[in-house]
């Protein structure tokens, strides 16, 4: 019973991944990285249009959309990066230390306000490629998702996990 609901837990939370980029089985440029958030796992969005049965068309439209939406963004990315990289680099006794973080999380503020704005466009615009009938069944997917999702947190309830304090 556990292992079932576990993997409907691992199945939903594939599913609950907005990212796009993967849809129509585009490239991962392998820069993937721990904590690197932009490029989570998408192959959830993958099966999710898989089962919608994209025409051709519609496959290209996906991942011309999400190509496009990359490209787009890299430079501001890469910019972000680097100066996280720098912060990284200085230690808490330079001068400038309380500076430079104040400016990377006002950075970090736009990029997260740039991201969910993008995400937000690339959804859209990928939805508009949908016929109708797809619309519907991801509507469908979607509600499966979320009462999966509901299951998971009352099992979760009525099984806590033991705390690593009372092992000992």
Do not use: C
């Not at 808490?92 to 990029?111: I, K, N, S, T, W």
């Not at 999966?148 to 009352?154: A, G, N």
């Amino acid at each position: 019973m556990r292992k079932t609901t576990t993997l409907g837990f691992l199945l939903a939370s594939a599913l609950t991944i907005t990212g796009a980029a993967f849809a129509a089985g585009g490239n991962h440029d392998g820069g993937h990285r721990p904590g690197d958030h932009g490029h989570r796992d998408h192959h959830g969005m993958r099966e999710a249009f898989a089962k919608l049965n994209l025409t051709d068309a519609q496959k290209a439209s996906i991942k011309q959309i999400t190509q496009a939406s990359r490209e787009q963004n890299k430079g501001q990315w890469q910019a972000l990066h680097t100066q996280r990289e720098a912060f990284e680099q200085m230690t808490p006794d330079q001068v400038g230390y309380q500076a430079a973080a104040a400016r990377l999380a006002q950075a970090e503020g736009q990029a997260t306000q740039a991201r969910i704005e993008q995400r937000a466009r690339v959804k859209a615009q990928i939805y508009a490629v949908l016929t109708a009938q797809q619309k519907a069944q991801l509507a469908t997917m979607r509600s499966q998702r979320e009462a999966r999702r509901e299951q998971w947190k009352e099992f979760r309830q009525s099984h806590p996990v033991p705390s690593a304090s009372s092992a000992q």
